[in-house]
């Protein structure tokens, strides 16, 4: 009874919180001819809300759980860093477009063409900031498996790969 309990409360908050999800960001109750039978609005929201959670099941099912230290040590070891220069470089990207004058003035807030310049610049900013993470990452998966290389080779055993903890960790 009470593991029972604890799933449908499990489920409960799945759906309450794609609900929540589709009210605040898929328009909830909208939806073709809402204007002309109120009620659908009731079927628009219950459908999205039923697609949403199908598809959180189907991800919850599939993508393996994390232990939360090894979440933790990702976070604090590779996010917030990246987020911390992310923040810094946008800033400095928008000081730079404000000095070039590529900054839209605030009656110009809405208008898309005197935003673009601006939003392709800082979109650049952030495929650079992407593109120097993942060419990173990759560097240094080559240095351990150069490095595990190396100390199989040292050992004689030619055919296994031994991994070694890297300095500096």
């Known amino acids: 009874m009470k593991f029972g309990l604890f799933m449908a409360t499990e489920f409960l908050h799945a759906f309450t919180s794609n609900l929540l999800l589709v009210v605040l960001f898929f328009g909830g109750w909208s939806g073709p001819f809402v204007q002309e039978i109120p009620l659908l609005g009731i079927v628009w929201l219950l459908l999205k809300v039923a697609v949403i959670y199908i598809l959180s099941l189907i991800l919850r099912a599939t993508v393996p759980r994390v232990r939360i230290d090894q979440m933790m040590a990702f976070n604090w070891k590779f996010l917030v860093p990246v987020s911390i220069?992310?923040?810094?470089?946008?800033?400095?990207?928008?000081?730079?477009?404000?000095?070039?004058?590529?900054?839209?003035?605030?009656?110009?807030?809405?208008?898309f063409v005197a935003n673009l310049p601006q939003a392709l610049i800082l979109l650049a900013g952030n495929l650079l900031i992407g593109f120097g993470i993942l060419s990173w990452l990759r560097n240094q998966g080559r240095r351990e498996r150069l490095s595990s290389q190396v100390v199989a080779r040292a050992s004689g055993d030619e055919g296994t790969m031994v991994a070694t903890p890297t300095a500096g960790r």
Request: proline residues 7%.
């Open 85 to 111: 220069v992310n923040v810094i470089v946008i800033a400095l990207l928008l000081q730079i477009t404000r000095g070039l004058g590529l900054s839209p003035a605030p009656e110009d807030a809405t208008n």
